[in-house]
């Protein structure tokens, strides 16, 4: 499958729009053609800072598969993976990062751009970024600045 995927993306954000009060990012992991993992953000429903859709998406699948490693696997977000999202994704080994949009500007916490943080990984890992933006910006009822 070729990455960025419009079809993959596409089902993202209608399963985001669904799940969450418009205020959530939702993530998927890809292997192959195969979406293997869903989630949405559920920082203020769990009160934890770390349940952003990036992490609950790869806990639930490195539980199921019994391992840490995400090799050939594609990280699919509406928004860009905060710093800890993306230094989990180091860690992982995932293939690439597919996002729609840049709300660093939203974050109020850590500015880094996760582009530096992918530099430090040992094995590249590809991103593509603001993927089908104007779509993913409708979640949160933004608009384009």
Known sequence: MKHPNEKIMRKLIAYTLKKS???R???FI???DKIISKAIS???EYKDPTAHGEMNAVRKICRKQKNYHLKNCWIYSTQIPCPMCTSLIVWAEAKGIVWGWDGRHTWGKLNIDPKVILKTAKK???IFGNFLENDCLKIKRYTKK
């Open 25 to 27: 990012t939702g993530c």
């Open 124 to 126: 590249k890992i590809e």
């Open 30 to 32: 890809v292997k192959g």
């Open 21 to 23: 009060d418009g205020q």
């Open 42 to 44: 559920t920082v203020e």
